[in-house]
């Protein structure tokens, strides 16, 4: 089976020879974990665990809709959280997002991600199903 690379010009890609952020293998759609980081070191919006979940939801909507799906088709979320006790301002976020049935969800507390000032970071997999938002 081939893989295609999705990208969105709303989320900036890695470095070369790194890692996809998107990837559509037959009927499945594979996101890299997305961050609140802005591609040059700083972060995007104000910072606070709720934005920064906002945006990591929002880096994967952009990469849904560019691969012609909708967040509907989301079946997986894996969020990662520097501080459990953000779990509320990350469904706060999640709620903005996804309605009706929600997307299966595994939530582990860690101890940092790839920049010190992030606090959240979100993969997801989607199984499109040919509707749009």
């Known amino acids: 089976m081939s893989l295609e690379q999705i990208i969105s ?34 972060i ?10 906002r945006q990591c939801l ?14 509907d088709d989301v079946v997986k979320l894996t969020i990662y959280l520097t501080d459990i006790h953000d779990r509320a301002e990350f469904g706060r976020a999640r709620a903005e997002f ?15 991600l ?3 000032n992030l606090v959240v970071e979100v993969d997801a997999v989607a199984l499109p199903q040919g509707n749009s938002n």
């Open 98 to 112: 996804f309605k009706g049935v929600m997307p299966c969800s595994t939530l582990v507390g860690i101890t940092a």
């Open 9 to 42: 010009p709303s989320v900036p890609e890695p470095e070369p020879n790194i890692f996809s952020n998107c990837l559509i293998s037959g009927k499945q759609l594979y996101m890299s974990g997305m961050t609140a980081g802005d591609g040059k070191g700083g």
């Open 44 to 53: 995007l919006g104000d910072g606070t665990p709720y934005d920064q979940s």
């Open 58 to 71: 929002i880096k994967i909507k952009y990469l849904v809709e560019a691969a012609g799906c909708a967040l």
């Open 114 to 116: 790839a920049q010190p």
